[in-house]
């Protein structure tokens, strides 16, 4: 059974950093998309980026500003969100998903994803 399971958020003050971790299990190869999405408070949930299998190639949505980094660890069938420069407002609940029909690693895509984590929350407060 594939499974997707984030951890690494907590409580951090604005203007600070937090590194989300997703680890997969179930799956036959490395060769799946990952991405990032979240929902904040009284939105519906939105797209960070995507990285592609075996995390040649990754995609951000405009909205974070430069400000997020996805990369993975092929060895560890980890793929991580590093979030800096925090703000008030990327306050939520963080997810990964993963799509194993993306297999390829030239791109990825913001859709389509059908394994998905649990979430961890990411709380930006002084």
């Known amino acids: 059974q594939k499974q997707l399971v984030e951890t690494g958020g907590g409580l951090v003050q604005p203007g600070g950093s937090l590194r989300l971790s997703c680890e997969a299990s179930?799956?036959?190869?490395?060769?799946?998309?990952v991405a990032w999405f979240r929902q904040v408070s009284g939105k519906e949930r939105e797209g960070i980026g995507c990285?592609?299998?075996?995390?040649?190639?990754?995609n951000y949505v405009d909205s974070v500003g430069g400000r997020f980094t996805i990369s993975r660890d092929n060895a560890k069938n980890t793929v991580y969100l590093q979030l800096n420069s925090l703000k008030p407002d990327d306050t939520g609940v963080y997810y990964c998903?993963?799509?194993?029909?993306?297999?390829?690693?030239?791109?990825?895509?913001?859709?389509?994803?059908?394994?998905w984590g649990q979430g961890t929350q990411v709380t930006v407060s002084s």
């Open positions: 998903a993963a799509d194993p029909r993306q297999w390829g690693t030239s791109r990825c895509l913001m859709m389509g994803y059908d394994v």
């Open positions: 179930g799956f036959t190869s490395d060769y799946y998309a």
């Open positions: 990285i592609s299998a075996r995390g040649v190639f990754t």
